[in-house]
């Protein structure tokens, strides 16, 4: 993240935002022209809020950072390294919107502190690609139409290559047990096993793992929060929901 | 009005095409509203009200504006900007005029607040904690009011009043009057039927629970607003905040580029839109609103619960003689769209009557969510009638085939009419005579059953803008005002201008989402876009073919520039897509448990653009209808007024392991209007699912299930 860039004027962002985006038909061309639209807010730390220096791996990049204790994993990516591509949709372990994998596991990052990662590895969305090869779960994703309005697919797709990484070759209904935890409001739940199935049935899935380079750092401090994935095969009527604000 | 061409000529057109922005949206780059970032950006928070119902006596505001970080906070007594599309009388929210004179304004910060999770306050600070941490320091004393949730109970006498009018939503004329829709004499209709049939069907609030949460960012320069913020329509989103601001529609710029679904409650501006402009003008810094799941699902919208009670007259042979309906909708206490109770139109009968009032009750806001008023009336009315058909010792199919609609109110031709050939192919496919059985012939613990349903919906012709602009690259880059809510708006566009201009679809560049950069577009509602802006486009391509074949193609610096507005029309006939459903379920008359083994859905949305995703459109929207048949709702504590199931977990939306595959069969008919002869399919999906799901219960256990969500519960109460 050496090279990333910090801030961006209004008027960078504003002709970002009109570009002309080339009508890619199928194919894996990924058009990296697109310019950042999304820079890292600031890294920040509020005066007074208590903090912690962590050092983590992002998508192969190590980070030596100041974190506010407060701030989640979500928070650090998508605000203070600028990885947007991770969403939220819940903030609270509900959707599976803002999966990554942590040390390989798929976790929701709305759900872990930003400090629990000191140590560890994460992998988000923009990781998933080589350059402008796509993974083939993406490229799956890409032909099966997997993502209607797109802002769980970044989810999906971690819970997916958490899945073939420990499964190469899962059935439809462990392909749907393993997301359960990942919610898709337009409902395309279909074409997200279809496509899963499909980029399992390509021979390059597995070859693809472990792209990090990286060696997992050993210290891990702070309380271990395992995926938080809820598997919902048993729904209870009148679930009280969090607290009133 | 020209003719479609033959489907065979078509190169790009109903050819199954990924999406022009798939690669975007999976490799984390498309940039939603809640991505953008601004230099020296604030970030807001609302705070809700803990009461249903209650008067505001005091707020005190300056703990919260001692925090350091804080900068601005706003409430009622220092904000006073009306909401106009968020409670227009009588659901207008199109008419400007009747905005002004509506007696029922919804503001930004009301008081008294008329239901849980209501705006009481907004605060910008320097970052999102701070705060989230000034919230709290507001102090908010409130004098409690009594409350009324349930839509029939609000009109009780005894009820308290949540507007000095009464519950009855005013309508356009500021009359507290139901809608109603008469033909024939239903009178004399019940006094000639052989059998008379009542009932009693009821559904819940189900919220469209679109995953990207309500987010807008703010920013002024000068007296010109910009606004990032997820809207299903950009021009009506700047319309309706220059009306709220009271500055002209130049001065205002909404930007759209992605957009994590809205299923119709990200059309026209929100509330957030005007707080964060306010914090925005107030501060001098741009602002970014965010809401939390929890206040999406309580201070957006969602579909409106209904009760339906319908009185059904037939003949002894079977045939519908009268027809009436008397609703009831709950708004919530704003009446943010139009609460009405579609299913009526499905029948052809001499003698109808159908009485719908809107009604206002303490629950969280209704409004639209795709397909607003159909949904939860074919299910009562589809339900209504198969019943029927049970008790005539009639096939469910038989009995909708000899009643179902023919032309639109028995009166005006459809434009074509394919409603029969969907049933009957669907049947087959389905294989209904192997699958349906005499309902309740299945007596073990696990018994199967099949059910079906059928649906027309509007597909009307309108008013949108297209500009196509031709370099001398060979470049055609098409300007259209879509935001592409998720059904593939901006792949469709392309492709339709691919198709006209007779060049490949990589030669397309599309712009998009940004109204000072693109035409009006009638935006993703309605199922209208492929329709109209469609339309649009392919106006657009004629006449810069016309340039073409005039000027020849442009060279060094030049351009060929052509646009389009058209309005068509359909000549005095009505335009509608059609469809029938086909379920099958498996009951589990120990647990109660409901699982769908085979859905089949036959669509004939005239021509299919893009074979790939309108699948996913109908496939997403029948499983939609299946988890507003057997899961969602908003539970509410009675007492309290507070609802208790507000978020993904509670009110139990569906995921990957209660969605069963859905096969979708599309009947390509042509009726020679709309763009290469489509019609709409957004919103078709879900409009008959929830009816094919209780019809297959009930063929299943043989007990009719009339209230939804149909739980576990309520099956095991009804086979005790």
Redesign the interface.
Known sequence: MGKRKRYISRRQFLEGTGAVIAAATAGPALNLKLPAANPPATDDVAPGAPSTAIRLVVNGTEHRLEVEDRWTLAELLRDHLGLTGTKIGCDRGECGACTVLLDGNPVYSCSNLAVWTDGREVQTVEGLAHGEQLDPLQQAFVEHDGPQCGFCTSGQLMSAKGLLTHNPHPTAHEVQAAMAGNICRCSNYNRYVEAVLAAAATKDVTASKGNLGHSTASTKLGPEVSATKRRRNSRVSDTVAGGAR | MSRIPALGSLKTIGHS????????????????S??????G?LYARIL?S?HAHAQIRRIDISKALAL??VKLVLTHENCTVVWGAGSVSGGRQYVDEIKKITRQKRYVFNNPVRF?GEPVAAVAA??R??AEEA?KLITVEYDALPLVLDQEEALRPESVKIWPDGNISLDAKNEAKPEVYRRGDVEEGFRKADHVFEDRYTTTYVH??????RVCVA?WEGDKL?LYTPTQGTSNCRHDMARDLGIPDEKVRV?C?????G?GNKNQNQDADLIAAMLAKETGS?VKLEL???EDFIGVHGRWPTTQYYKVGVSSDGVLQALQLRGYSGMGPYRKNSGGIAGIELYQCPNVESTVYPVYTNRAVSGNYRAPEFPQGFFGIQSMMDDVAYKMKMDPIEFVLKNMTRRSNDEVPYSNYTLEECIRSGADAFEWKKRWHAPGADSGAIRRGAGMSFMTIRSPLGQSSAVIRLDSNGRY?VFVGVTD????AKTTM?MIA?EELGVP???????WG?TD?CPYSVGESGSRTTDMTGYAVIEAARDLKRQIAEKGLPKGENALIASASPNPKSEGKVRKAFGAHFAEVEVDAELGRVRVLKYVAVHDSGRIMNP??A???V??????GI?MAL?EDL?YDRSSG?P??????????????D?P??EVIFIESDDGYGPFGAKCIGEAGIVHAVAAIGNAIFNSIGRRMKDLPI???KILGALA
């Open positions: 095409t990924p999406r022009i922005d798939a690669i975007e949206r999976v490799t984390g780059k498309a940039t939603y809640g991505d953008v970032h601004l230099t950006m809700r803990p350091p970080g849980f320097t970052n904690h701070i919230l469209n629970a679109q995953m990207e949460p920013s910009t930007v580029q992605y957009m994590g679904g299923f741009p939390s799941r929890k880059t809510i998720g059904a593939g392309s691919a679809l990589s030669d397309v560049d599309l712009v940004d950069r790939l995703t699948t996913s459109q496939k997403g929207g029948v499983t939609q988890g899961h539970v507070q208790l199931t507000a978020g993904y977990y509670g009110a139990r939306i569906m995921t990957h392991l969605a595959e859905i739980t576990r519960d």
